[in-house]
């Protein structure tokens, strides 16, 4: 079967689209999606590589320190004052960024190392220092940013383009290394503000303004110009139907549930003191680093912190995050799987976890998301993929060891790992 051969060639891909693998009802071309993405020409490099500003007693914040849990108490001023350390700083022409504001910004204040080059530890103390993200989901987030697009073995990986030679271990033997550009992998399609894959010709991770004004002008009508839950849900089910009528090669995997939890940092982490405060226009100019220019047309930027914010106060935990996933996806419920030609779709017909016939069931829980982004992340492969190459087994542990401490009570079914 030229399908499952081609899923053999990639290591990498193999750990992400088991499942793909065994797709009776999916033409065999949506397997192209699995392939690494054609690496950029050309990747900035910074030679002069700094680590994250290191933790200074002075100026705690949660306290994060070394990939650790942090106090998980929010509602503190960044950068605080006189934290010169943690002040913006643009981006040089040496330094990657890359498809999420998030991380841009955290880089642009050195939570994470200015080149964008960074690691397992710096993404879970950034995420909790800068915007109170609970722990357990730093934790995800970071694990599966590291095990679909960087380097287990280092811990290293490119917020941006493929810089292998910088996060590898070996300098790259096992593998291309994409970073977060890789497409399919953490990156997908229907993107709030980034094109999709197939449609910039395998390259678009870069903000593009027309999206943030049609983004903008859904919040207008739903919600008064606020990016607020109802916003983004309504935006999000525009970005699907319009990948659907335009993209040839859309997919829509359930790895996708991960671009409404992305949504949902706009109105959760985002506003001054998250959800207390207001998910405005200023608001996300600042995050996605975009502004107007006399055409009315929106032009990308570096990602900012605004003037005088507060991060959350209670943290943003794996709970919370899964809750605002199902809360968007049920206002407008999607079929998972993919084009096989424009206007052309096939929901994926067998299961993965809660999904059945393309879909999630009418009684999903916020904790059976939960345990689906596990499976994801710990990417159960079939025993008869992992003979290949021994890779997956290790990403698998690897994952495994990472996340297994946090899902101990979360009710799912954990992959074995070494360690436990
Ligand atoms: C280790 C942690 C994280 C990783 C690895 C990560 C990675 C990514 C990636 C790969 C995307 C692109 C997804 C797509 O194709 O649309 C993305 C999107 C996004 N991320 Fe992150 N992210 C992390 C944490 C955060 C945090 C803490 C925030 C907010 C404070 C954030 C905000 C966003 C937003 C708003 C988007 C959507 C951008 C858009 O679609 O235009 N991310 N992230
Ligand atoms: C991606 O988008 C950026 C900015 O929106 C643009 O400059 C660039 O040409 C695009 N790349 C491709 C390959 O379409
Ligand atoms: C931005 O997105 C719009 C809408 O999908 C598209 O027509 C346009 O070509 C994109 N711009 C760039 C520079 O990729
Ligand atoms: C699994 O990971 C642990 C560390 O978390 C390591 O000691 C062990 O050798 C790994 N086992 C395999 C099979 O990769």
């Given at each position: ?107 642009n204040h050195n939570f994470l190392a200015r080149d964008g080059v960074t690691t397992f530890a ?216 993919g084009n096989v030609g424009t206007n052309n779709f096939d929901a994926l017909s067998t299961p ?69």
């Amino acid at each position: 079967m030229q399908s499952l051969s081609l899923i053999l060639l990639s290591a990498s891909a193999a750990t992400a689209y088991p499942w793909v693998a065994r797709q009776p009802g999916v033409d065999s071309s949506m397997l192209s999606r699995a392939q690494p993405v054609k690496r950029q020409d050309t990747c900035p490099f910074n030679a002069n590589h700094q680590p994250a500003a290191p933790f200074n007693s002075k100026f705690p914040y949660t306290g994060a320190q070394n990939g650790l849990p942090g106090t998980q108490v929010g509602g503190i001023k960044v950068p605080a004052d006189g934290d010169t350390a943690h002040a913006f700083q643009a981006p040089g022409p040496n330094d990657i960024r890359g498809p999420c504001p998030g991380l841009n910004a955290a880089a642009n204040h050195n939570f994470l190392a200015r080149d964008g080059v960074t690691t397992f530890a710096e993404l879970v103390d950034a995420q909790q220092n800068l915007y109170n993200v609970g722990y357990d989901l730093a934790t995800l987030l970071a694990t599966l940013g590291v095990a679909l697009d960087g380097d287990i073995g280092t811990g290293k990986l490119s917020i941006g383009c493929d810089a292998t030679s910088r996060t590898a271990s070996l300098g790259g033997v096992l593998g291309r290394q994409p970073g977060l550009n890789g497409h399919n992998k953490f990156e997908a399609d229907t993107s709030l503000t980034r094109n999709d894959y197939f449609l910039a010709n395998g390259d678009n991770y870069s903000f593009n303004g027309t999206l943030f004004g049609n983004m903008k002008a859904v919040a207008d009508r739903v919600s008064g110009g606020n990016f607020d839950r109802n916003a983004l849900a309504a935006y999000r089910s525009q970005r699907y139907d319009e990948s659907v009528q335009e993209n040839p090669n859309f997919f829509f995997g359930p790895l996708s549930l991960l671009l409404f939890g992305a949504s949902s940092f706009l109105y959760e982490l985002f506003p001054s003191y998250g959800p207390e405060g207001v998910p405005d226009l200023a608001t996300m100019k600042s995050f996605f680093g975009t502004s107007q220019d006399s055409n009315g047309n929106w032009q990308a930027g570096p990602e900012k912190i605004p003037a005088n914010w507060f991060n959350r106060r209670a943290a943003y935990t794996n709970n919370d995050v899964t809750l605002e996933i199902l809360a968007q996806y049920v206002q407008y419920p999607k079929l998972f799987g993919g084009n096989v030609g424009t206007n052309n779709f096939d929901a994926l017909s067998t299961p993965f976890g809660i999904i059945r016939d393309g879909k999630l069931p009418d009684d999903a829980t916020a904790g059976d998301i939960l345990c689906l982004l596990y499976q994801l992340a710990t990417s159960s492969v079939p025993s008869s993929l992992t003979t290949v190459t021994n890779i997956p087994l290790s990403l698998i542990n690897w994952s495994a060891g990472k996340l297994n401490p946090n899902f101990k009570n979360a009710g799912c079914a954990l992959a074995p790992d070494q360690t436990s």
